[in-house]
């Protein structure tokens, strides 16, 4: 019996228009599917379309041709809205410059996807601290960026990306400002969460070593598929 599927791109495209007459596809009849629980890794050189397609599977953007759809629904047909409710409720980001707002303690930088939620103060910092538990940092809470490690604010990202219970997380390059064995302790902890909780994990990479830890792999070049790999 096969997993449902929590994420379909079917015949994606999209093309970037320059001054008036000039075109550049990004991608091209780009095919693929994301079960849930997935562990998913998208490779390829810069230029690739790898950034591309992270902005189309996290709603950040729309397809010029073809279908992006989340459980079914197809993105083409929803709001802004309904785009913005998408990202808040589905999908987490974990980026490769942490994100994190300089002034905002890490408790607090948690807490930001879940201002708009439902839910008094006490439960939303509540379960942000939980969050925070969860990827090490208990004592780091009333800490600001600049006072944390880069593998530290790498854990505040992964927190604030789990704290809404996500059913797709999305990691852009997640090592890519870490030296090699925070690196690793991050990819374990990612690969964990998603074993542990269910959660679909992508992650775009350029790390052939991270690729291959992943059940899927799927190379980009040129704004194609040219290798799709299960393992």
Same mark, same amino acid.
């Given at each position: 019996?096969?997993?449902?599927?929590?994420?379909?791109?079917?015949?994606?495209?999209?093309?970037?228009?320059?001054?008036?007459?000039?075109?550049?596809?990004?991608?091209? $009849?780009?095919?693929?599917? =994301?079960?849930?629980? /997935?562990?998913?890794?998208?490779?390829?050189?810069? $230029? *690739?379309?790898?950034?591309?397609? #992270?902005?189309?599977?996290?709603?950040?953007? !729309?397809?010029?041709?073809?279908?992006?759809?989340? /459980?079914?629904?197809?993105?083409?047909?929803? +709001?802004?809205?309904?785009?913005?409710?998408?990202?808040? *409720?589905?999908?987490?980001?974990?980026?490769? +410059?942490?994100?994190?707002?300089?002034?905002?303690?890490? #408790?607090?930088?948690?807490?930001?996807?879940?201002?708009? !939620?439902?839910?008094?103060?006490?439960?939303?910092? @509540?379960? *942000?601290?939980?969050?925070?538990?969860?990827?090490?940092?208990?004592?780091?809470?009333?800490?600001?960026?600049?006072?944390?490690?880069?593998?530290?604010?790498?854990? =505040?990202?992964?927190?604030?990306?789990?704290?809404?219970?996500?059913?797709?997380? #999305?990691?852009? @390059?997640?090592? $890519?400002?870490?030296?090699?064995?925070?690196?690793?302790?991050?990819?374990?902890?990612? @690969?964990?969460?998603?074993?542990?909780?269910?959660?679909?994990?992508?992650?775009?990479?350029? @790390?052939?070593?991270?690729?291959?830890?992943?059940?899927?792999?799927?190379?980009?070049?040129?704004?194609?598929?040219? /290798?799709?790999?299960?393992?």
């Amino acid at each position: 019996m096969t997993a449902p599927i929590l994420l379909e791109a079917v015949e994606v495209e999209r093309t970037y228009t320059l001054g008036r007459d000039v075109e550049v596809p990004a991608l091209r $009849g780009v095919t693929f599917s =994301v079960d849930r629980g /997935d562990y998913v890794a998208i490779v390829g050189s810069s $230029g *690739s379309g790898k950034s591309t397609l #992270l902005n189309l599977l996290g709603a950040l953007d !729309r397809p010029t041709a073809g279908h992006v759809r989340y /459980d079914g629904r197809d993105v083409q047909e929803l +709001s802004d809205p309904q785009l913005a409710e998408l990202r808040n *409720s589905r999908i987490g980001f974990v980026f490769q +410059s942490f994100h994190l707002l300089p002034r905002l303690t890490a #408790l607090d930088n948690v807490t930001l996807p879940l201002v708009y !939620r439902p839910g008094s103060k006490r439960e939303r910092r @509540e379960r *942000s601290e939980a969050a925070l538990e969860a990827v090490g940092l208990a004592d780091r809470m009333t800490h600001r960026p600049t006072e944390l490690s880069g593998g530290q604010q790498q854990r =505040v990202a992964i927190a604030r990306a789990l704290v809404t219970e996500p059913a797709l997380v #999305l990691a852009d @390059e997640p090592t $890519g400002n870490l030296d090699t064995t925070t690196g690793e302790d991050i990819m374990a902890l990612l @690969e964990s969460i998603q074993a542990e909780q269910g959660t679909a994990l992508v992650v775009i990479t350029h @790390e052939t070593e991270i690729a291959r830890r992943a059940t899927q792999t799927i190379e980009l070049r040129d704004g194609v598929i040219v /290798d799709e790999v299960h393992r």
